[in-house]
Structure formats: C-alpha cells, structure tokens
C-alpha cells in the first residue's frame, strides 16, 4: 500500500461514513457538520489529484460558504436540541432498496468498463493557466460560462433577496 | 400576390380591421365589406379558372405557386385549384357572405364573435386551395378550432357540453388523419429518394399496398368524423342544436364538407386501391348514414336536430357517393356537397331567425307560422323542398346524379345499397311535410306569435342569395357538373387503374 | 499512471455510492435542509467523478476542472436560493417539512 | 315538314306565369293574378290545338304510321356519355292528344276558378300554384326521356302538395296534401329504382330509342333473374308501382279521397283529370317495351287495374261525401284505363286495348272534370260537401242539373254520349283476352251507373233540406265550362280514335261489337233504374239492404279499413318501431359510446391524478426507481 492508496483509503473512508450519517442521523445541526466532513475530504481527493485550485475552491466556497449558509438557516428555522422523527420504516427499507440496487447497477457497470487511462502527460495546473482559460475565448477557453455564471450568481443573489424579503403584510 | 393566396389574405385583413373597430355597428360593416369583397373575389376565381380552361390550360391544377416554409419536412405551401375546388371556394364564398348577415344581431362581443367566425372561414378557404396535405392539415385545424369559442360562448342550451363534444370528436378524427397524412408522407416516394406532401407528385407514385391496407381506413374515418360519417356522427346533432345560427351554416354548410372532400381528395385519390378493398365497409357505413340519419330525424321535435339528423343523412350520401368510385357519382358527390352546403346552411338561418322570434325551436311549440311570417316560412317551405329533392332545386340535381352514377356500378353489392340508399327520399319528404306541417302550417298556437314580425333587410338578404344559388344550380346544373366533371376526369383515371371490378 | 496506483474505478465507485446515499438522503428526509444537504451530496459525487474523468482520460485538458468549478458556482447559487425558499416557508408554515410543500398537486 | 320548335311555348308559358304571380302576385289587386293565369293558359291551350292539329292531319303521318317527333331537345344535366337527362318536347298520338286534354281542363279550370274561388284568401297563390301544375303536368306529357317524366313527375306531386294544403290553416287539409305527397313520394321511389334499372339494362332513357320496337333496348334483360321474373320485367314492375301511386291504383290509392280537401276545381284538374292519369300515361308511354318485353308485368298492370276498379267501385257505393264518391269513382275509372293497357297486344288491332285506354282517359278527363266541376258548383251553393245536406237540388240549380245529368249518363255508358264508346272499346279488349277481367268490368260497370246515380238521385231529387239560405245557381264564369265540357262529353265519342291514336301508330279499324256493347248498356241501366227506386224518393230500401249485409256495407263505408292498415303501419311500425327507437338508439347507444369514452378518459385521470401528490419525495423515489429499473432493463436484459 502505497501511502497514497492509504490516503485515499482514509477519504474515501470519511467520505462514505460521514455521507450515511449526514442522511440518518437525527440532529440537524450534526447532518451539517458530518455534511463539512464529507466536503473537506472531498477536496482532500481533489488535492491527491493535483487540483490544488479546484480543492481550495471546494474548501471555502462549500466547505466555508454552503455549510456556513446552511448552518445559518437550521439556526434560523430549528431548535438547535430538536430531534426529527425516526423516518417510517417502509418508506426508509424502499429508499434503501432502490438507493442500493441503483448504487450496485452502477457500481457493477463501472467495474466491467474497461477504462483506458490516458498517457498523455498531465497539465500543470496552476493559477496562470486557470485565469487564462477563464477569460480566453479561443479553444478551451471558458469566457463564455464564466460569463453566463457570473450573471446567474448575480440573478440568484437578487433572487435570494426578492423571495427572502418580509412581505409587507396585507 | 396570386389570386388564391388573396383568398387568405382578404379574410386576414378583415380580422385585423375588426381589432380596430369601436362598436358593434362597425364590426358588421367591416365584416360585411369583407366578406363582400371576399364574395366577389371567389366568383372571380371561379370566372378565371373558366377563362384558364378556356385558354387551353389542361394542367390538373391551375394557377398552382409553391413556396417551402419549413423544409427539413418538405412542407410547402402550394396552391392551387382545379374545378371541384374552384366550385367549393365559391360554396364558401356564399356561405360566408350569408352567414355574416345571418349574425347581424349578434350583441355581445360582437368583436370577437366575427373574428373567429371569419378565421373560420380563413381556414376552410385555405383548405380548399392546398395542394400540400400539411399546409391543408394546418388549415383545417385553423377552421375547426374557432368553432370550440364559437359554439361555447355564444351558443345556447347546453353550449360548453356542445362545444366540448364537437371538439373532442374532431380532435379525435384529426388525430387519426394526422396518423393517416404522416403515413402517406412517408410512403410518398416507396422508390426512395425525397419524400414529398404535394397530392399531385403522390398521385404520380403507387403508395405500397401495406401501407395503403393501413393508412386508408385512418385518413377515411379522420375526415369522415367531419363528414359526420356513422357512427362518428353524434357530435353533429348536439354541437348544431347549440351553435349560434352563423356558425351552424358554416359548420353544416361548408365544414362538413372539408370531411367530404378530404376523404376524395386525400383516401380516395392516393389510396385507390385500399379503397377498393375496403370500400365496402365504408359503403355499408355511409349507407346507414343515409337511412339511418333520415329516420332518426323523424321523430325529433328541436328544428335543429331535426336538420343535423338529416345533415347526417345528406353527408352520408357524400361518402357514400364518393366510395362508389365512378365519375357519375363522384360529380354527384361533389354537387351533393355544394347544394347541401346551401340548403342547409339556409335551413339553419331559417331556423335562427324563427328561434330569434319564438324562442323556442320545439315544433310542437309553435303552428302556423305561414300567417305570421309568411317570407320566412316560403323560405323554409322551398329549402324544405330542395332538401327532399324537388326538381329544379339544387338537392334533386345531386341525388340523381349520385343514384345514376352509383347505380352504373358493375358490381350488384354496389347496385343493392344503392337502392337502400334511394329510400331516404321517401323518409326526407316525411320528415320535411312533418316539418313543415306542424310549424309553418296549420292554425296559428300560440297568440304571442302574431305579434312577431316577418324578415328584415338583412335576414332577406341571407336567404334570398341563398335561394338564388340553390334554383341556380337547379335549374341550370350543366354547367356546374361538366365543370366537375372535367376536372374528375384525371383522378378517376387514377382511381379506376386500382378497380377490380 | 502517475497517481500512484489508484485506479480511476476507486473514484467511480467512491462517487457512485455517494450519489445513491444522497439520493436515499433525498426521498427519506422530511426537512428541507437536510434535502438540500441531499443535494449537496449528489453533486459533490457528480464533481469527484469530473475531475477523476478529467485527471485520468483526459489530463492534457482542463473541461472536468472547470466543469467542476461552474458546478461549485451553480451549488452556491441554487443553496442561497433554496434557502432563501426555505426561510419564506418557514414563515408561512412554521416548520419545513417537505410535505406541507405540495402545493401543486393535482 | 313543320318545325315543332315552338312547342317549348306551351309548358313555358304557365311557368313564366307562376314566377311572376308568384313573385308579384301580392303587388296588385288578386283577381288580376287570375285573369294572368287564365290568359297564359289560353295561349298554351291555342298553341296545343295548333299543334294537334298540325301534327294529326298535316305533318304527323309519314307512310301511314304516325311518328315520333322531337320538337326540341337541350342537355340538361349529363351522366354518362350515354345517360343524360334532357329537356324537350316529344311529339306523338298520346303525347299531342294528351296536351289537349290538359289545356283544355286547365284552361276551364282557370275560368270556373274565377268564380268558385272569388275572395277566397291567397287567390294569387291559386293561380300562381294552379300555372305551376299546369306547366308540370304539360312538361310530363311532351318528355322526350324517362328521367325528364320523373322529373315532372315529382314537380306535379309538389304542386299538387300545395293545391291540396292550400287551405293551410285547416288541419285535415295539411295532413291530406302530406298523405299525399308521401304516398306517391313512395310510389316514385319504386319509379326512380325503376328507371336506374332501366336504364342499366338498356344504357338510355330516352323514350325513342326504348320505345323503338325493333331497337336493342327492348332485346334486353330478357333472361330470369329473381323470383322467375326477368330483370326487365322487374324494372317495368317497379316503374309502375310509380305510375299505381299516382294514378291510386290499390293499395297506394288512400291519398286520392283525402285529397278531396283542396278546393274543388283543383279535384277536377288534379285529381281527376290530368295527374292521375299519369300513370296510365306512363304505362301508354313505355307501352311498346311493356308488351314486348315484359308482357308479365302488363297482365299485373292488368289486374291491378281491374281490382282497383272494382274495390274503388264498392266504395264509392256507399259514401256520403260527394266528392270522394267523385274520387273513388276516378280510381275505378282509371282502374279500368290500366286494365285496358293490360289486356293490350302491341300492333294493329291486337294493339285496340291500348287505343281504348287513351280513348277513355280523353272522354273520362272531359265527364269527370265536369262531374267534379258541377260538385264544385253544388258545394259552392250548399255549403257542405256531405249528400245528407243536399235534397233536391234540381229546382235551385237548372244548369248544374242538365250538366251533371248529361256527365252521370256518360260515365254510366249509355249511347251515344262518350262514355259509351270508350268503355265499350275496353270491355271488348278484356272480352277478347281475359274473360276474368271482362267479368269484373262488366260488374263494375253496373255498379258505377249505381253510383252515380244514387248521387245524382240524392243531389237533386229526394227531399228539400232546410237551407239556410236558398242555394242559388253559379255565376256564368262557372257555367260556361259546366257547358262546356258537357258539350265535350257529349261529343268526344265520335273522334276516331282508332285512326290517330294507336299503339304502333298505325290505323286500324274495329266495328262495334253488339255482343258486348248491349249487355253492358243493359247493366248501366239496371243500375241507374236500381238507383232510381231506392233514391229518387225516400225509401227505406237502402237502410235495409245496409243492415243485411253489414258486414259489407260497414267495410265499404270505411273503406275497408285501408286507411287504418296504412296508420298502423305507418304510426306503429315506422314511427314506433324504426325511427323512435334509432333516435333513442342514436342519442344513447351511439353517442353514449362517445361519451362513455370521454366517461373513461375522465374516470382514468380522476384515477390517476392521486399519483400527482404534490410530494416532491414521491416523485423522486418514482423517478430513481423508474431511472434504476429502466437502466437494468438497458443495459442487462436488452444489452444495449
């Protein structure tokens, strides 16, 4: 076992534990904190990957931004000591089916692909080439969606305001 | 621009000048300078098309134009007539014409009353001059939806069930057109190669028999629903007795007959020989039409269902016609289609101006109707009589012609329904003298009639053109059958290459 | 190749299971942040599988990162959103439970 | 040779006079509608004489056979190359003498109108309708084809609707004209499959070439097809039964009395003189291919006729309303006409059937019309149709009296008036060919001298009734056709029929045939002596003889209950049985399939609309297991 196997080993670890507390256990608060594990591990993969750009992204725009916000709003909409009540068992044994057969079809078919891995040599990836191909508009050149979701982040932060805002009361 | 897109254009402009009328006096005024000049313009066509002919022009269709409008499908919009439509346009032409004055007491958004009356009319002016089976689809889909406003909000009795009913069933029918066209689409060329909507390049080609086994009996009963075919007739009876009396003319009048022609035009003339195989079906079923919509009228008391039972029973004997495959009875058909559009179309503005006085349309209500109302009355008595096929009226003109002609057919199957077919005359007079006994006849039942008053100028007007057209054909019919008749000729070719009689 | 012994199928599989754990998270919880949470997962196992995609069959190219990254862009967005839903039915309803939600029934 | 051309006139004028009292008739004062009509039919009537006149003794004859001669043809609608219905006017013996009869009739029927129908309301609409029949029935006889005949045919049914409806706030009367118009509609149906099964089988319907008794046509459909009758046969059959409907032959013969309804000139002019004889008109027309194509269908045109006369003649024994005495006493007539055609051979003296027919359907138009013109005038100073309101008569109305006396002993045969003649020449057609039928003729003719004279005894003898004001004699407007035709009855006896009118056109000669002719003046006159003694005084006699043979006289009374078959046929089993249950049928079965589908359509989604729950965690679990199942589906089972 190579040490990377072993971090990856570790991650993936957290990632799948973490990933079933997050959607079984009882305190809200805890589901998010356990939610902050799963993503930080998540860019602890894409740092083993040598996407250090994209794991810091992934750390403070939704380890620091997503969780924060959510945070925010249980504080806001919930008791912090509030339990949710146990999920009917029906409903939870036919999610868990559905989730598992789809999980093992999935998982299956991905075991009997045979992906080639490519040998070409890998990109450097670092702040220069990202903060060009962001605002380049020749080939592989992303001008255009960097374009596009700065005026969606711009649409749902005034969205966000809009819906959020008290309505004067009728 | 050409003649025959003009016949679109001209309606679309009188739409536009309604949206910019004030009151209701203007609306009529507009419509009626409209359909006016809409009128003359068909009776032009009709005078160029007999101008072309007489030039030597012996093209199947003329003053054909063709533009593409949308062409990953091939769908064009190509145009032109040959003599049936010619005449059918003019049938429109009339029916319009009349129908706009037969709604000149219309009150309540009168606005939008007329527009969709008029875009009505736009799609059935459209249909008759398409030579694309799209573009055609297009247009009857465009004339048989205002109908649902039409009938649901100015109708009377129970007009939403009405409206629902008649739509829904015509819906239904242009589904299985729509299944039967897109077939015929895509066996339109079995040589591969382009593939192609135009009637004219189909007809060229021999559509495989499979698929004609198949798309033959979707296209027949998807304009037979409209031709009031049994038993896809019941939305007739409901959908007139509501229908205020301007959409009944058209509907009856000109509507119906879309079913009439695009049964000929489309089933018959691309599908010949599914045609012969199956016609018999189909000539059981129109022949029951005939009879069976004869004596279902007998025993109706509302004056409207008395005339959708015996629309019924006339539209039969279209199909019925058309099915016999000769060229006799198809010119029978085609005339059967025109003078029915003009009888009954003057049945129900007869019909809409009584009930605009009684109030009622139950004819055990009302008696003697002669002596209050004496114009109208001679109206009704005189379309009653063309109805029941009185020489010298359109209506004896057509039936002889379809009894003629189906009855030259070599086959004794076709010779025997046909002498079923012929019993309906006697069944029509009894339902018209029953008509025409209780309600105009007789003495006077009701003392609150006498006040009433006859005609006005417009309601004159309405039947009086009417009346004219129906004696014209009747009087003088040669004209128009070797009109249609000529133009038979090339499609008969084709049809009678697949006989097997 | 370079990554040391680690076959893409790890990340996959990794990816995979997250995924249908986030879709159980989805169809079982009955508060709207904890679906949202769902939701958070699901696309974090749609990015590791960019990225591994884009690391190991395509390394001379950048579109997994950047799909990625746009991903990241579009959760933030669409989590300030639903939240900002969330908060208003919380308002109406006084708690946020989906299935007060259902407006839009037949 | 003389250009017939101008014969076109002599329907066009009545027509032309019905568009325009039709169209303006309301515009000025009534009585001049009248004298319009009149005026456009004594032209038409001046044009027809010339006409007979030119075409029997100037142009007619060539070699001694007189021709067929068309005097102008138009293409009025076209078929087939072969089958086209023309317009025109066809000239031969029964069609020329035909356009007599009618002209003369009508144009008397005009002038009494002008008296008998003084201040009636719709007097313009009278003359207007009254022009239309005329034109009708004129275009009916000239047909050059059989399509241009049914064509008349239906258009003399109509106006004859509107004659007898035109009292038209009168129930009864509405419901006669519909009888009417219904029963022979019916009629014409068998007429119409007859014709499009003529002209099948021959391929024409123009007259000439059917009629022509060497032409293909009448070589045709000799062979057997159904019921052992050739299909030929079949077709005749059926165009008679068209020609039976409107000449009331039994059983289509219950609209004749109840047309009585209309006013009486129109009785006269319609229904006893001119369209009922259409269908002997049609028998005579087509007579050459009944004969030797089809002699079947000729011996049944040859029944019906003598069994109509002879019921007809039952009937007309006991009623009480003159004028459906006059109507019964029509159907037994024409009865005897249709018996004549049917014991007719084609060709010279064989042919003396077919020349006795025409000849009585001339003298008996001329004698009946007056019989019905006379009951106009009598019912006009009466007021009342029925003979118990009438008791001599004789004082009040001279003139009417010596006419009617003069028409009784024509129709009763006594010589030397017309009567005599024509019905002799047929008794003695039925005594050489069918001695069954020359039996019930000979009865029958005994039987009519009763009749007529039990009416004539009952009118203007027997005893004063109170009136209630005294009847007074008809104005001279009516007088002069009662004058008229009684000179006409008197005389028409003595046209040699034998030599203008004939089956192959062709003179023949017959001598009287005393065998016949004097016991058959013996039964007349034993029946007007027997009408004599039980009517010319009050006499019990008649009571008696009723309640001895109840039965019989309660059967003739009500016309043996024909009428009521009919009404249940009709009411019953068309109304009750056919259309009633189609229109329940139509309106439950058929259109409730129709809504039974929208019923489905609205069942199913009402049904499943509870799968639209609202329940954002529903769909998903729907969504992931349908996603999971159809990737299974995919990828394992199909191997995509």
């Known amino acids: 076992m190579t040490s990377n196997q072993i971090m990856f080993a570790i991650f993936s670890g957290i990632i799948v534990l973490f990933s079933i507390l997050t959607v079984t256990t009882k305190r809200i608060l805890r589901a998010a904190v356990y939610l902050l594990f799963v993503l930080i591990s998540t860019a602890g993969l894409y740092f083993m990957l040598n996407y250090q750009f994209l794991a810091a992204v992934q750390i403070t725009l939704y380890a620091g931004g997503i969780v924060v916000l959510i945070i925010f709003s249980i504080l806001l909409t919930s008791h912090i000591s509030e339990k949710f009540e146990a999920t009917e068992m029906k409903k939870s044994i036919f999610s868990a089916i559905a989730a598992i057969s789809g999980a093992i079809l999935t998982i299956l078919t991905i075991l009997q692909y045979p992906f080639v891995a490519s040998q070409a040599p890998a990109k450097e990836v670092n702040m220069d080439l990202i903060g060009k191909s962001l605002l380049s508009y020749n080939v592989d050149g992303y001008v255009l969606p960097f374009e596009v979701i700065s005026i969606l982040l711009l649409a749902a932060m005034i969205a966000a305001i809009v819906i959020a805002k008290k309505q004067n009361a009728k | 621009m050409d003649i025959l897109t003009l016949l679109i254009v001209i309606p679309v402009l009188t739409v536009i000048g309604i949206l910019f009328c004030k009151d209701n006096k203007q609306v009529r005024v507009v419509s009626a300078i409209g359909m006016s000049i809409q009128l003359i313009q068909s009776i032009i066509v009709v005078l160029m098309y007999f101008a072309e002919r007489k030039a030597g022009n012996t093209s199947e269709m003329v003053f054909t134009q063709t533009y593409m409008w949308f062409s990953s499908l091939n769908i064009k919009y190509a145009i032109g007539i040959d003599g049936i439509s010619a005449v059918m346009i003019l049938l429109t032409g009339i029916i319009i014409f009349t129908g706009v004055f037969a709604s000149w007491n219309v009150k309540d958004l009168s606005k939008e009353f007329f527009i969709s009356l008029i875009l009505l009319a736009t799609g059935v002016f459209g249909f008759f001059i398409s030579l694309d089976m799209f573009t055609m689809f297009l247009f009857y889909e465009v004339a048989v939806i205002p109908m649902y406003l039409l009938i649901g909000i100015w109708g009377s009795g129970p007009k939403e069930y009405s409206a629902m009913k008649l739509t829904l069933m015509l819906m239904g029918g242009s589904a299985l057109l729509l299944v039967g066209l897109l077939g015929i689409y895509f066996n339109s060329n079995p040589a591969g190669g382009e593939l192609t909507w135009n009637i004219l390049e189909i007809a060229k080609v021999k559509i495989p028999i499979e698929a004609q086994r198949l798309f033959f009996p979707l296209t027949f009963v998807g304009f037979g629903v409209l031709g009031a075919l049994f038993p896809f007739h019941t939305w007739s009876p409901d959908g007139h007795a509501s229908a205020p009396t301007a959409v009944s003319m058209l509907h009856a009048g000109v509507l119906m007959k879309l079913g009439g022609y695009g049964c000929f035009r489309i089933a018959m003339f691309l599908m010949p020989e599914a045609a012969n195989e199956m016609g018999w079906i189909f000539i059981i079923l129109t022949a029951t039409s005939v009879v069976y919509g004869a004596f279902g009228a007998v025993v109706q008391k509302d004056l409207k269902y008395i005339n959708a039972y015996s629309s019924v029973s006339h539209c039969g004997l279209v199909l019925f016609a058309v099915l016999m495959m000769n060229k006799t009875a198809m010119d029978g058909a085609i005339m059967q289609m025109i003078s029915h559009g003009l009888m009954t179309a003057l049945f129900f503005a007869l019909i809409g101006m009584i009930y605009g006085r009684t109030h009622t349309r139950i004819i055990t209500q009302m008696g003697g109707l002669m002596k209050i109302m004496p114009f109208l009355s001679v109206c009704y008595v005189i379309a009653g009589l063309a109805s029941l096929g009185l020489p010298g009226l359109s209506g004896f003109v057509a039936e002889m012609t379809i009894f003629v002609g189906s009855f030259q057919h070599v086959d004794t199957f076709h010779r025997i329904v046909t002498i079923i077919a012929c019993s309906s005359i006697v069944i029509t007079a009894v339902y018209i003298l029953r008509v025409v006994g209780i309600l105009l006849l007789g003495p006077v039942k009701n003392d609150e009639f006498l006040k009433l008053k006859d005609a006005e100028w417009h309601e004159k007007l309405t039947t009086v053109v009417l009346i004219c057209a129906i004696a014209g054909i009747g009087l003088a019919p040669l004209w128009l059958s070797d009109t249609i008749s000529t133009s038979l000729a090339p499609i008969i070719d084709k049809i009678s290459s697949a006989s097997i009689f | 190749m370079i990554n040391s012994g680690i076959p893409l199928q790890y990340f996959l599989v990794l990816a995979a299971i997250m995924f249908f754990v986030g879709v159980y998270g989805f169809i079982t919880r009955k508060n709207l942040i904890t679906i949202l949470m769902s939701i958070e997962l699901i696309l974090n196992s749609v990015n590791i599988n960019f990225v591994a995609f884009n690391k190991y069959l395509y390394p001379d190219k950048l579109q997994g990162h950047f799909f990625t990254l746009f991903v990241i862009a579009v959760a933030a967005c669409e989590a300030a959103v639903a939240i900002a839903i969330i908060i208003n039915i919380f308002r109406r309803f006084n708690n946020i439970d989906v299935e007060n939600v259902d407006e839009m029934k037949y | ?640």
């Open chain 4, 1 to 640: 040779m003389i250009d017939f051309g101008y014969t076109i006139w002599i329907p066009l004028i009545p027509i032309l006079m019905f568009l325009f009292i039709g169209l303006t008739g309301h515009k000025y004062k009534p009585v001049i509608s009248g004298y319009l009509g009149t005026l456009g039919l004594l032209t038409s009537a001046a044009l027809s004489y010339y006409t007979a006149y030119q075409y029997f003794f100037n142009v007619g004859k060539v070699a001694g056979v007189y021709e067929k001669i068309i005097g102008f043809n138009v293409t009025w609608l076209r078929f087939t190359d072969t089958l086209h219905i023309d317009l025109g006017t066809l000239l031969d013996p029964i069609s020329v003498m035909m356009l007599v009869v009618i002209t003369t009739i009508s144009l008397m029927v005009h002038i009494y109108s002008l008296g008998y129908m003084k201040g009636e309301k719709g007097f313009a609409r009278f003359y207007a309708v009254l022009s239309l029949f005329s034109f009708s029935m004129l275009g009916l006889v000239l047909a050059t084809n059989i399509f241009q005949m049914y064509i008349f045919w239906e258009l003399v049914g109509v106006s004859s609707y509107l004659l007898i409806s035109f009292y038209y706030e009168k129930p009864s009367a509405v419901a006669a004209g519909k009888k009417a118009f219904i029963v022979t509609r019916f009629a014409d149906l068998g007429f119409l499959i007859g014709i499009l099964m003529l002209s099948f089988i021959t391929g024409t319907f123009d007259f000439k070439t059917l009629t022509d008794p060497n032409g293909a046509a009448i070589m045709q459909g000799g062979s057997a097809a159904f019921l052992g009758l050739s299909v030929m046969t079949w077709a005749l059959l059926l165009i008679f039964i068209g020609g039976a409907g409107k000449s009331a032959m039994f059983p289509l013969h219950i609209w004749l009395p109840d047309a009585m309804e209309g006013p009486t000139p129109v009785s006269a002019l319609i229904h006893a003189a001119t369209m009922v004889v259409a269908g002997v008109y049609l028998v005579a027309r087509l007579f050459t291919i009944f004969a030797l194509s089809a002699p079947v269908a000729l011996e049944i045109v040859g029944y019906v006729g003598g069994i109509t006369s002879l019921f007809a003649a039952v009937i007309a024994c006991t009623q009480n309303d003159i004028k459906r005495v006059l109507a019964f006493s029509t159907m037994s007539q024409i009865g005897y006409m249709m018996l004549a055609l049917g014991v007719s051979g084609y060709g010279g003296e064989e042919g003396l059937g077919y020349m006795a027919s025409m000849f009585h359907l001339f003298t008996h138009a001329m004698f009946k019309a007056l019989l019905f013109l006379g009951a106009g005038a009598i019912i006009h100073a009466v007021h009342s149709n029925n003979m118990t309101d009438m008791g001599g008569l004789r004082k009040y109305l001279p003139w009417t009296n010596i006419t009617f006396l003069i028409a009784c002993l024509t129709i009763a045969g006594v010589p030397p008036l017309s009567g005599f003649w024509s019905k002799d020449e047929i008794l003695v057609a039925a005594f050489e060919h069918n001695k069954f039928l020359f039996a019930i003729e000979f009865l029958v003719a005994g039987l009519t001298a009763f009749y007529m004279f039990r009416l004539y005894f009952n009118v203007f003898w027997g005893k004063d009734r109170h009136y209630h004001h005294a009847p007074h004699e008809a104005p001279p407007v009516m007088l002069f056709p009662l004058v008229f035709l009684a000179i006409a009855s008197i005389f028409s006896g003595f046209i040699p029929f034998t030599s203008l009118v004939t089956s192959d056109g062709e003179a023949f000669h017959v001598g009287t045939e005393w065998i016949v002719a004097i016991p058959s003046v013996l039964i007349g006159l034993i029946g007007i002596a027997i009408a004599w003694i039980f009517y010319k005084k009050e006499t019990a006699i008649p009571d008696k003889l009723a309640s001895s043979f109840k039965l019989l006289y309660k059967g003739s009374l009500n016309k043996f209950y024909i009428d009521e078959i009919y009404l249940f046929v009709t009411k019953k089993i068309i109304f009750a049985l056919i259309s009633k249950p189609i229109a329940w049928f139509d309106r439950h079965v058929i259109d409730g399939f129709m809504n039974s589908i929208a019923f489905v359509t609205n069942f199913a989604s009402e049904k499943i609309k509870g799968m639209q729950s609202g329940q954002l965690q529903q769909y998903a679990y729907v969504f992931v297991s349908g996603v999971v199942i159809l990737a299974f589906v995919f990828i394992y089972l199909l191997k995509f």
